[in-house]
C-alpha cells in the first residue's frame, strides 16, 4: 500500500500564493504517477497537474496553466504544488494521489483546503 499526506492548505486573498505539500510513504517503487486534484463545493473533482515519479514529464489542466508548478522530491518521496495568482476559483479541497498511470490513480490523500478570498 502507499499512504499520501498532503499539507499546506489554508486560506489566502486573491493573488497570493500556497504551496501544498504530498508525503508519500509505503509502496512507493510501484507508483508511476503523482497528481493533484481538486473539488469545489457543488463540483465533481478535477484534474490539476500531474508528474512522473522521474520528474521528467509534467501535465496541467488548462484553468491553472502558467499559475501552478508541480513538482517532486525523489529523495523525500514528496510531490509539491506551488500556487501562484491564486484566484477565488481556485477555492477547493486539493487531493493528493498517486498510481500506475493518470487514468488509474489507486491511491489518495485526505484533502487540504485551500480558500480563496477576493
Known amino acids: 500500500q502507499v499512504q499520501l499526506v498532503e499539507s499546506g492548505g489554508g486560506s489566502v486573498q486573491a493573488g497570493g500564493s500556497l504551496r501544498l505539500s504530498c508525503a508519500a510513504s509505503g509502496r512507493t517503487f510501484s507508483m508511476y504517477v503523482m497528481g493533484w486534484f481538486r473539488q469545489a463545493p457543488g463540483k465533481e473533482r478535477e484534474f490539476v497537474a500531474a508528474?512522473?515519479?522521474?520528474?521528467?514529464?509534467?501535465n496541467y489542466a488548462d484553468s491553472i496553466k502558467g499559475r501552478f508548478t508541480i513538482s517532486i522530491d525523489n529523495a523525500k518521496n514528496t510531490a509539491y504544488l506551488q500556487m501562484n495568482s491564486l484566484k477565488p476559483e481556485d477555492t477547493a479541497v486539493y487531493y493528493c494521489?498517486?498510481?500506475?498511470?493518470?487514468?488509474?490513480?489507486?491511491?489518495w490523500g485526505q484533502g487540504t483546503q485551500v480558500t480563496v478570498s477576493s
Open positions: 494521489s498517486a498510481g500506475p498511470g493518470l487514468a488509474t490513480m489507486t491511491h
Open positions: 508528474i512522473t515519479w522521474s520528474g521528467i514529464s509534467t
